[in-house]
C-alpha cells in the first residue's frame, strides 16, 4: 500500500531562518502530491500541490516544494519563516497502487518558530 | 469556492449516547465525501468514503455500526457514533471532493471542514 514517510515529528527554528520539512513516499507510479498545514484545533488548509508539469511548486506564503521523481520526495522549503509559519504541516498522496481518490497522509511535522 | 463546514465545532456528550456530526460542502456538489479522525499529535487516519446515494466504503478496522454514515444529498453527509465511550474522544475532520470539472474546481483535491472536537465523559 502507499505511504508517506514524515522523519521530523518536530522541526524547531529561529524567525527568519529558512527550513525544510522532509516527505518521502512510497509509490515509483504516477502520483500526486500535496503539503496541508495545520493550526490548533483546525481543519486542514491545503499549501501546495503537485498534480503535473513543472516539478517545482510554490504557495502564495513563500512555502515552495519540489516534486523528486527518483527519490520519491516532496520536501517542503522556505526561505525565511515567520512566527505564524507554527503549525502542523502534513504531506499526503494520492494515487499509486492506492488510487487516486483516497489520501494518505504521513504522520505529520511540527514547525516551531521562535523569536 | 470550495468551502466546507462542519456542524457542531465541539461537542460533549455522556457515554452510551449517540452524537451526529454534519459535514456540508457550501458553494460545490460533492459526490464524495471522506471521514477522517485524529487523535491528539498524531496523523488523520481515514475512516470511511462515502458517496451520495449509496453505502459508505468504511476502512479496515473501523466499525460501521459504531460510526453510521449517510450521504443523503450531494452536499452533506453525517456521522453519527453510536453509543459513544471516552475512547471514541477525538478530533473528526471531513472532506468533500468535488466530481470531475465542476467550475474549475480539482477531482483530484479534498476540501476539508474545520473538524469536530468531540469529548465523551
Known amino acids: 500500500a502507499q505511504s508517506v514517510t514524515q522523519l521530523d515529528s518536530q522541526v524547531p527554528v529561529f524567525e527568519e531562518a529558512p527550513v525544510e520539512l522532509r516527505c518521502n513516499y512510497s509509490s515509483s507510479v504516477s502520483v500526486y502530491l500535496f503539503w496541508y498545514v495545520q493550526y490548533p484545533n483546525q481543519g486542514l488548509q491545503l499549501l501546495l500541490k503537485?498534480?503535473?508539469?513543472?516539478?517545482l511548486v510554490e504557495s502564495i506564503n513563500g512555502f515552495e516544494a519540489e516534486f523528486n521523481k527518483s527519490q520519491t520526495s516532496f520536501h517542503l522549503r522556505k526561505p525565511s519563516v515567520h512566527i505564524s509559519d507554527t503549525a502542523e504541516y502534513f504531506c499526503a498522496v494520492s494515487g499509486g497502487n492506492t488510487g487516486f481518490q483516497k489520501l494518505v497522509f504521513g504522520t505529520g511535522t511540527r514547525l516551531l518558530v521562535s523569536p | 469556492g470550495a468551502v466546507v463546514s462542519q456542524h457542531p465545532s465541539r461537542v460533549i456528550c455522556k457515554s452510551g449516547t449517540s452524537v451526529k456530526i454534519e459535514c456540508r460542502s457550501l458553494?460545490?456538489?460533492?459526490?464524495?465525501m471522506f471521514w477522517y479522525r485524529q487523535f491528539p499529535k498524531q496523523s488523520l487516519m481515514l475512516m470511511a468514503t462515502?458517496?451520495?446515494?449509496?453505502?459508505?466504503?468504511?476502512e479496515q478496522g473501523v466499525e460501521k455500526d459504531k460510526f453510521l454514515i449517510n450521504h443523503a444529498s450531494l452536499t452533506l453527509s453525517t456521522l453519527t457514533v453510536t453509543s459513544a465511550h471516552p475512547e471514541d474522544s477525538s478530533f473528526y475532520i471531513c472532506?468533500?471532493?468535488?466530481?470531475?470539472?465542476?467550475?474549475?474546481?480539482?477531482?483530484?483535491?479534498?476540501?476539508f471542514g474545520p473538524g469536530t472536537r468531540l469529548t465523551v465523559t
Open positions: 503537485y498534480l503535473s508539469g513543472s516539478t
Open positions: 458553494d460545490f456538489q460533492a459526490t464524495t
Open positions: 462515502s458517496n451520495e446515494g449509496s453505502k459508505a466504503t468504511y
Open positions: 472532506s468533500a471532493r468535488p466530481p470531475n470539472r465542476f467550475a474549475g474546481l480539482n477531482a483530484y483535491e479534498q476540501y
